[in-house]
């Protein structure tokens, strides 16, 4: 697995401020949070702002190599366009 240093989030070309309430957490889908708590014991929340916080940059690992959603979960991978926002939130500091 490919994992990004903070120089590689301020490089992004991210125009706009994105949010936890206005852009990320309705990534998520109820599908989504269940089976992350279900793999990782509970430790993932995705729809918790805290626990997406902490594990913002496995996360963006995850959907940017499209292996989450997982293959055959019946979700469609992350489109480079979500992919961006969700590494333009890391970017800005991971603002609610």
């Known amino acids: 697995m490919v994992t990004h240093n903070h120089a590689f989030f301020e490089a992004m070309n991210c125009p706009t401020a994105v949010t936890w309430s206005g852009d990320i957490q309705k990534m998520f889908t109820a599908t989504d949070v ?21 594990w913002a940059h496995k996360i963006y690992n995850e959907v940017s190599s499209h292996a989450m959603p997982p293959p055959g979960s019946g979700e469609q991978p992350w489109s480079p366009a979500w992919v961006n926002t969700f590494g333009c939130w890391i970017q800005q500091g991971c603002p609610q």
Do not use: E
Request: without cysteine; proline residues 0%.
């Open 34 to 54: 269940a089976h992350m708590k279900q793999v990782t014991n509970n430790q993932l929340d995705l729809s918790s702002y805290n626990s997406v916080k902490i």
